[in-house]
């Protein structure tokens, strides 16, 4: 970003993706916050299972996410930085760390970054993330609707939306 110093060049930031990549959503965010102009605001919950760590979208307010002070860095460097919730509701995605074929394109990422990451995701219950697996259609909507709602609640009484 730095060597495109461009007005029109910037970066849509999500709130919980760096965790696949394992990166720390709030050093992700201080590390970009300059060149951030949009974001995929959301909350996040992880766990682990065998091959690594479960990582699932969870209604804003109910992750493992300060959002407030995320929200507060990206607008100390943009007062005028967009926030557009993405509430995917769906199983826990799986991320296979400890899998040879996730490493194929973290050829220099440093172990600590794994392990401080698998740390992390032990101190969650891999029972707490949402399942749509047991719901018919019918559930998955109204589940998806109630984590929208449950979202712009928080989203509103608690980090000052409207």
Not at 38 to 51: L, N, R, S, V
Not at 137 to 148: A, L
Request: hydrophobic share 40%; charged share 25%.
């Amino acid at each position: 970003m730095k060597k495109l110093d461009s007005e029109w060049i910037g970066v849509n930031f999500d709130f919980g993706n760096n965790w696949s990549l394992l990166e720390h959503p709030h050093e992700a965010v201080e590390r970009l916050a300059p060149y951030i102009f949009t974001t995929h605001f959301k909350d996040m919950q992880m766990a682990e299972y065998a091959d690594g760590f479960l990582l699932s979208e969870v209604p804003v307010g109910s992750g493992n996410l300060d959002l407030a002070a995320m929200i507060a860095t990206c607008r100390k460097h943009n007062p005028d930085v967009w926030f557009n919730l993405e509430m995917i509701t769906r199983d826990p995605l799986r991320v296979p760390v400890l899998k040879d074929h996730y490493w194929i394109t973290f050829a220099e990422l440093p172990a600590t970054e794994l392990a401080n990451t698998l740390r992390y995701t032990k101190s969650f219950d891999p029972n707490s993330l949402p399942r749509l697996q047991h719901r018919d259609q019918t559930g998955r909507i109204n589940f998806e609707e109630e984590n929208v709602r449950k979202s712009f609640s928080f989203s509103k009484e608690q980090l000052g939306f409207s």
